[in-house]
């Protein structure tokens, strides 16, 4: 991380390794290795989609277009990342992504790699099938991964295994049945294409940064003043509703149990 410095990034502002705690008791523990990262205000984008549920089209290309930018420039880099998912990244106040925990990335041999990293629900097929592969490809995916929590709420399968129904319905071209299943027969077609397109069991056929940049559904013009001023009233909205839920009186008294304590 040291060699990184971007917007979008979790950015390293010190580091040492003659770091020393001193503990209540009185003793010091010396020479502690140390790295001091950038604070972001805000809080987890998994919080976020958490607490709205899914967004719509217009946020998912307004996150998504942060992602590739952050994408393009630690591929620049010669770096991957290999666990992108919405615990990893961070949201600042004014809704700007800050990529974070570069604990599985690499900068050897990324478009030739083996090792088993990631998380199951946003791993790319080929490493769950032991496959030798391209980094580059498999963050595109977990992007992929993400853009759909965002945009409708819910994961898109389990994991990208041939075996799990939902996957399996992509994989074998059930795209209809597909989009019943998971909600999204509203959903735009050319959001539809991009996102198969991500989802593509064989990495080689996945687009890269750039034509995930110039796909039709990226560069559908939109506000992004007006889009952050949305997912902020929505992010104010539903916080009101949970704490105007958390407040209510609840019924019965303190020996009661079962339904007559839950809201």
Not at 154 to 161: D, G, L, R, V, Y
Not at 209 to 226: A, D, G, Q, R, Y
Request: hydrophobic share 35%; aromatic share 10%; with cysteine.
């Amino acid at each position: 991380m040291q060699g990184l410095n971007h917007q979008n990034i979790v950015n390293i502002v010190g580091y040492g390794s003659d770091g020393h705690v001193l503990k209540p008791s009185g003793r010091e523990i010396k020479n502690l290795v140390y790295i001091l990262l950038e604070y972001v205000t805000g809080g987890l984008l998994f919080d976020l989609c958490q607490t709205v549920g899914g967004m719509g089209e217009d946020a998912g290309r307004y996150f998504m277009s942060q992602m590739m930018e952050t994408l393009t420039y630690i591929q620049g880099k010669g770096v991957v990342h290999r666990d992108l998912k919405l615990e990893n990244i961070l949201v600042d106040d004014d809704l700007n992504l800050k990529v974070a925990d570069f604990g599985f990335a690499t900068y050897k041999k990324i478009h030739k790699l083996n090792s088993y990293r990631g998380t199951m629900t946003y791993m790319a097929p080929e490493i769950k099938e032991g496959k030798t592969y391209d980094g580059r490809q498999i963050d595109v995916f977990s992007c992929g991964v993400i853009l759909f929590i965002i945009v409708q709420g819910i994961f898109p399968f389990k994991e990208a295994k041939k075996d799990e129904y939902f996957y399996n319905l992509i994989n074998t071209g059930k795209f209809e049945h597909y989009w019943k299943k998971v909600g999204g027969q509203n959903l735009s077609d050319d959001f539809k294409d991009l996102i198969l397109k991500i989802f593509n069991h064989d990495g080689k056929k996945r687009p890269t940064v750039e034509e995930i940049k110039n796909h039709p559904w990226m560069t559908k013009p939109f506000s992004v003043k007006l889009q952050r001023q949305t997912i902020q009233e929505q992010l104010q909205e539903k916080r009101h509703e949970k704490t105007t839920v958390d407040s209510t009186p609840r019924q019965g008294n303190a020996h009661s149990r079962g339904d007559a304590q839950l809201l």
